[in-house]
C-alpha cells in the first residue's frame, strides 16, 4: 500500500489495484477497518498509482482519465460522482494528482489549473 494508491472519501477506501499491486491491502483494510466500505478499483499497468489517473475533489466530483478504467470501474466510480474528465495532455502532467483541501478547492501542480 503506498499513499497514492489508496483515496479515501467519507466512509468509504477506494484501493487503486494494478500490476503492481495485489488484492491483499483489501483484507487488511477490511479487518481493520470494518466500518468502511472498500473498493478494489483496477485501472491500467501503465499508470503507478491510483491518484495518478483519478482523485476525488469533493463529495460530488471526482477527477478521471478514463481510458486507465475498466467499464466496470468507470461504472462504480460515475454512480458515486460526476466525473471530470482529464484528457492524455493532462494526466501525462499528473492532472488528476491534487490535494483536496475541502469547499471544493484543490491544490495542483502550477501547469495543471483545472
Not at 474528465?85 to 478547492?105: P, W
Request: net charge negative; proline share 4%; aromatic share 12%.
Amino acid at each position: 500500500m503506498e499513499g497514492g494508491g489508496i483515496l479515501i472519501d467519507r466512509d468509504t477506501i477506494y484501493v487503486g489495484i494494478s500490476g503492481r499491486s495485489t488484492n491483499d491491502p483489501i483484507y487488511v483494510l477490511q479487518e481493520e477497518f470494518p466500518d468502511f466500505q472498500i473498493h478494489a478499483i483496477p485501472f491500467s499497468d501503465q499508470y503507478l498509482y491510483l491518484d495518478c489517473v483519478f482523485n476525488i475533489i469533493s463529495k460530488e466530483d471526482a477527477l478521471i482519465y478514463i481510458p486507465a478504467f475498466s467499464i466496470e470501474s468507470r461504472l462504480l466510480l460515475s454512480s458515486r460522482y460526476n466525473l471530470i474528465e482529464v484528457d492524455a495532455e493532462e494526466r501525462f502532467s499528473m492532472g488528476t494528482n491534487i490535494l483536496s483541501i475541502g469547499n471544493k478547492t484543490i491544490m495542483s501542480l502550477p501547469n495543471n489549473w483545472i
